[in-house]
């Protein structure tokens, strides 16, 4: 669901350097929308592109006009979210967690650790460069393979 976008949230944005849509802080905002982002994975500064150069929206991956889908209140999403997250990681040790960095390779079901992030489980395998993670406040896209 989209996000009321303010500076020093974070935004997907498509990194020029990583050549991936990565988490970004927005850095600075222009007619409501992010402007300039930071890519929390390279650091770097750039435009906010909401996907890859030629790219539309993935299909399958959100609804083709955001008025055809089923609004869910906001509340009960975020707890349900939280609790298969509570569910993912309930009885595991500290051990059973990989740290994460870009240069990693994660397999589904993986369980990571993020520095910022915290703890997370690896829901999809997206490509070889690409993982969905599952992090308690929501899901995000993190680099893998990189190095
Ligand atoms: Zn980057």
Redesign the pocket.
Known sequence: MPKLMKVAGEVDSY????R?V?NHRIVSMKAGKAHQVE?L????THLWRAHAPGEKAVPGERPAKAGTSIRVPRVSAAVKHEQTWEKALNGKGPHDFKPYNTGGSFQEGDLLRHKKFGDGLVTRVIDGHKVEVLFRDEARTLAQAMN
């Open positions: 990194c020029t350097k990583c991936l990565l890519c994975t390279c650091r770097a």
